[in-house]
């Protein structure tokens, strides 16, 4: 698949890494051409550019930028983007005196917002609950299993397109519904690093419905 990243950052080099060791062809765009370059240069990125480079490329594009940035560039972008498969990793944190928060709310989504500034694009969540350092492990496996990748959108050609581009990195697709249910993605992202920070562990929250003993 050909993926354009606006962005330079973190998760622009490990998620661009990652896809770039799965075989795909990616264009890192970012508003400082020099962090372009040098992240493109580093992940093994067929080019750089700007922002608008890295929206008007290929079949994918990852909004990589703090959550309160992206629906204005999926604005600024949205004539370029109609059509294509827009994947917004962000998460909309702000700390607290009561921990971390969403700065949302939680009754709309970063990735309603950007679906709202951006009509023609087909706008996916995906890829907003592992911590960066995830995405560098060459097949991201944990208790014997490989990781699951959570994504939701409304475009069915794009949720394909995701289900894909998860396979190729080694990890197990995720579908959990459409993009109202992006904020519930994002909820749990501001969940999961709460308890982690807390010292906790989430997953100890949640057992399989298989390991529930039957009622009587
Ligand atoms: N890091 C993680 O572990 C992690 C995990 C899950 C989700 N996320 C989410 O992923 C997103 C990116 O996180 P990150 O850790 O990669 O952040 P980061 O390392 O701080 O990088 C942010 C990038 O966004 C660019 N940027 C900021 N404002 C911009 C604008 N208005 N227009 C164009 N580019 C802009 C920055 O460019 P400049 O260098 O020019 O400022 C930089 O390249 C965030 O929303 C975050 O919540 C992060």
């Known amino acids: 698949m050909r993926i354009g990243i606006l962005g330079t950052g973190a998760m622009a080099t490990t998620l661009g890494g990652a896809w770039v060791r799965a075989g795909h062809d990616v264009l890192v765009g970012g508003r400082d051409r020099t962090a372009a370059a040098a992240t493109a240069a580093r992940i093994g990125a067929v080019g750089h550019g700007t922002p608008a480079d890295g929206a008007a ?44 928060m969403l700065t949302t709310g939680g009754t709309t989504s970063i990735a309603r917002r950007m ?67 992006a904020a519930y993605l994002e909820a749990t992202a501001v969940f999961a690093i709460g308890v982690w920070w807390s010292g906790a562990e989430t997953r100890f929250a949640f057992p399989t419905p298989a390991e529930a003993p039957r009622t009587p």
């Open 57 to 100: 490329y290929g079949d994918l594009v990852l909004i990589a930028v703090p959550a309160d940035a992206a629906p204005g560039l999926a604005k600024e972008f949205g004539g370029t983007l109609a059509g294509r498969t827009v994947i917004d990793c962000t998460n909309p944190v702000v700390p607290t005196d009561d921990g971390l």
């Open 115 to 181: 679906a709202e500034a951006a009509p023609g694009a087909h706008v996916v969540k995906a890829f907003n609950l592992c911590h960066e350092s995830i995405w560098t492990l060459p097949r991201p496996m944990f208790e014997g299993a490989p990781l699951a990748v959570p994504f939701c959108g409304d475009d069915p050609g794009s949720l394909d397109l995701l289900a894909g581009l998860v396979t190729s990195m080694g990890c197990t697709p995720m579908p959990c519904g459409g993009l109202s249910r």
